[in-house]
């Protein structure tokens, strides 16, 4: 079993839709959460970070953490054409300094 | 604020030439530092990190080779590359010490082996 599992996609939906990514993970002592966007030929860059469980939300972002059920997800609102990218979700694994990434989800908002 | 440096975008190089990337960062001292691969649909595939100018570990067995000149400086190198070599190279880093930090990323290397 893999550590992080992502639904590669492509995921394809409507200017102004909800968006919603998952992940699952396979250990329970994880802590740390973070999702990423990638355009096309550039390096990932941050989009939010939450520790443990619950919500957190930056504008047209919000992150969720479910422990219980070692399921993240990332809902993106009012989606625009300029969020379309591929969506990598991330976990550190404290005791290492390794950061374990999925494979990513690719979005595409039609306009 | 800190920043991160990634040279060259784009490189071609054919089989058996050697290999030099290199990556720095800037406005933060002693960073953790890491090499990925990423291949087409196929995710972020650690290949070093070093949480200390002295250390640097090896995720996986190949003809790649890393190095920590200085603190903020993280070199990634073959002698002879393969075609296999070919992909996405992304450096990254995250703040030091214990503690849970995000991780950063440059803008990578686009490599073509030919």
Redesign the interface.
């Known amino acids: 079993q893999k550590e992080v599992e992502q639904d ?1 996609g492509p995921l394809s939906v409507p200017e102004g839709a909800i968006v919603s990514l998952n992940c699952t993970y396979s250990n329970s002592a994880f ?2 959460f ?1 999702w ?1 966007r990638q355009y096309s ?6 989009l939010m ?1 939450t ?1 443990s469980s619950g919500n957190k939300e930056d504008g047209r972002f919000t992150a969720q953490v479910d422990k219980s059920s070692k399921y993240i997800s990332l809902f993106i609102r009012d989606s625009q054409p300029s969020d379309s990218a591929t969506y ?1 979700c ?1 976990i ?1 694994d ?1 005791g290492t ?3 374990i ?4 989800t690719r979005l595409k908002v039609l306009a | 604020s800190q920043t991160i440096h ?1 040279w060259p975008a784009t490189l071609v190089q054919p089989v058996g030439s050697p290999l030099s990337l290199e990556c720095t960062v800037e406005g933060t001292s002693n960073p ?1 530092l ?1 090499w990925y691969r990423q291949a087409a ?4 595939q ?1 290949l070093f ?1 070093s ?1 200390g100018i002295d250390q640097i570990s090896s995720e996986v067995p190949q003809n790649l080779s890393a190095s920590r000149p200085q603190d903020r400086q993280f070199i990634l190198s073959s002698k002879k590359l393969l075609l296999s070599d070919s992909g ?1 190279y ?1 450096c ?1 880093w ?1 703040t030091p010490g ?1 503690g ?9 290397t ?1 490599l073509s082996i030919l």
């Open positions: 590669p802590q740390y973070m990423y030929r550039k390096g990932p860059e941050l970070y520790y990598l991330a550190l404290a300094y390794k950061y990434f999925g494979t990513g | 990634q953790n890491y649909g196929r995710g972020l650690l990190y949480i996405f992304l990254a995250s214990t849970y930090q995000p991780q950063h990323f440059g803008d990578g686009r």
